[in-house]
């Protein structure tokens, strides 16, 4: 499986960002897809996923309200991540991953990364 991240970019505090993230894998749809992010000088943190269908979706609780996930598995092969009333605290490298199985909410047991897109969010 190979995952494409794009979508990255400079904004003001206040803006939207859309991150895309595009897999290769023909099962896709089977696919549990996450979004992590590192800061300079920080720790990779999980922001949240996504299930194979769409249905089940968990955030943490710093971008609940802020963030969305969703997916298109009919034609695309992708999940975006809406990124809405962006903080600069939010800048990170933003990376997704993808594993067959488990529950949104674990960030563990990722097999496959993207090579992440660069979030700046100017105060």
């Known amino acids: 499986v190979q995952l494409q991240a794009s979508g990255g970019g400079l904004v003001q505090a206040g803006g939207s960002l859309r991150l895309s993230c595009t897999a290769s894998a023909r099962t896709f749809m089977s696919l549990v897809v996450g979004w992590f992010r590192q800061a300079p000088g920080k720790e990779r943190e999980f922001v949240g996923a996504?299930?194979?269908?769409?249905?089940?979706?968990?955030y943490i609780d710093s971008v609940k309200g802020r963030f969305t996930f969703s997916r298109d598995n009919a034609q695309k092969n992708t999940v975006y991540l809406q990124m809405n009333s962006l903080k600069p605290e939010d800048t990170a490298v933003y990376y997704c991953a993808a594993r067959r199985s488990g529950t949104v909410a674990s960030s563990r047991g990722f097999d496959y990364w993207g090579q992440g897109t660069q979030v700046t969010v100017s105060s």
């Open positions: 996504i299930s194979g269908s769409g249905g089940s979706i968990y």
